[in-house]
């Protein structure tokens, strides 16, 4: 009597590489031998790297845009949101989309990473041209028309108002200089006047256009930093959007690297270690380097209580900007370097390795067709 074979997929372990490895006592996921493999850790710190730009930017990015453009706080946040979200999005999306439709070998997907690295790395560059100029600040950039001194909030028009710098609450004046507060400005009188508070009598603003209230009273300060009178946000929001549209272009094909430059039996491990570089050079780093950066920035900072760092006030806009793209473009390049050298090393890659990704066939029918 026939025996019918059953309709289920059948694996032929006796066949498989994995299996004969295991009844000769050898170990194929073994962490060792990835870590000794100088392709693979390249594309692990390529991947780091990648991400430190990435985290580390959200964690700044509202703190430039809000100082770069002196925009309040929650609105430079929605504008990074808006930058970073769907940038990077469509960046990972558009990415696998290119790789998949042109069928990329190992090689090509390197230099694709490289290509568009350096792509990001041009945008970086164009970033540090679009910036605001700094507005005048006394005691800070400027010293109360040769009066006070740099660095120095109080001035002989102000000294007898004995002001505290523990209070930050900047006005601008109709000289069009901001003051850390009413009280430094000299400021001896304010009003209301239909939701909009006015400061008047201010002993330290001397020059500028005079302004009357409804009242017949000159207007000396507002409320508020002055407009900096920079229409350049559009175009930083351009530059910056490409810059991230292209930075995570190369994030599929750094993964699908990592998986064709390992042995089959080792891409779940090595998925995971690259996962372990990411998290200890770019995720755990990149807010702490970003941060260093900001307080590297602040020129002015709020008073300390028992030890403790106060919040920064007021930033060098031009270091800011600077830094910024100066760790930017640190890591693009060490990105396009690791590349460069994963993709040297390449050449010494099996051949069924450095093509297309091979998917092991179950099926043993299917498999007998596919080799007819």
């Not at 962490?31 to 930017?57: H, Y």
């Not at 910024?324 to 460069?340: D, E, H, N, R, S």
């Amino acid at each position: 009597m026939h025996n019918s074979q059953p309709a289920t997929l059948i694996i032929q372990l006796g066949d498989h590489k994995d299996f004969r490895d295991l009844k000769r006592g050898q170990k194929p996921d073994n962490c060792w031998v990835l870590m000794k493999d100088p392709g693979f850790i390249c594309l692990a710190l390529t991947k780091a790297s990648e991400s430190l730009v990435l985290i580390g930017a959200s964690e700044f990015l509202p703190i430039y845009i809000e100082n770069q453009f002196v925009l309040t706080h929650t609105t430079a946040t929605k504008i990074a949101g808006f930058v970073l979200l769907p940038g990077g999005a469509l960046g990972q999306l558009l990415g696998g989309i290119i790789v998949s439709k042109l069928h990329m070998s190992c090689k090509a997907l390197m230099r694709f990473t490289i290509v568009t690295s350096v792509i990001s790395l041009v945008f970086f560059g164009f970033v540090i041209f679009v910036r605001c100029d700094t507005i005048p600040f006394a005691g800070i950039n400027e010293d109360y028309d040769g009066t006070g001194q740099l660095g120095n909030l109080t001035a002989p028009c102000n000294s007898h108002c004995r002001c505290s710098s523990s209070l930050y609450s900047a006005i601008c004046g109709r000289d069009h200089i901001g003051y850390f507060s009413p009280c430094f400005a000299g400021c001896i009188q304010s009003k209301i006047i239909q939701d909009d508070k006015t400061y008047y009598n201010c002993s330290c603003i001397q020059e500028g256009l005079t302004t009357a209230d409804d009242q017949g009273d000159f207007i000396d300060a507002r409320p508020g930093t002055c407009d900096a009178k920079c229409y350049k946000l559009p175009l930083f929001i351009a530059f910056i959007f490409s810059t991230i549209l292209f930075s995570v272009f190369s994030g599929i094909p750094n993964t699908l690297t990592i998986l064709r430059i390992v042995s089959d039996n080792q891409r779940s491990l090595a998925l995971g270690l690259a996962f372990v570089f990411l998290r200890i050079f770019g995720t755990i780093p990149g807010p702490i380097v970003f941060k260093m950066t900001a307080d590297i920035s602040c020129i002015f900072r709020e008073t300390e209580y028992c030890g403790k760092k106060g919040n920064c006030w007021i930033y060098n806009k031009m270091k800011m900007a600077y830094l910024l793209v100066g760790i930017c473009c640190i890591c693009k390049v060490v990105t396009i370097f690791f590349t460069a050298i994963a993709l040297c090393l390449c050449k010494y890659l099996p051949k069924d390795n450095s093509e297309i990704l091979h998917m092991p066939v179950k099926n043993p029918t299917l498999k007998k067709k596919r080799k007819n």
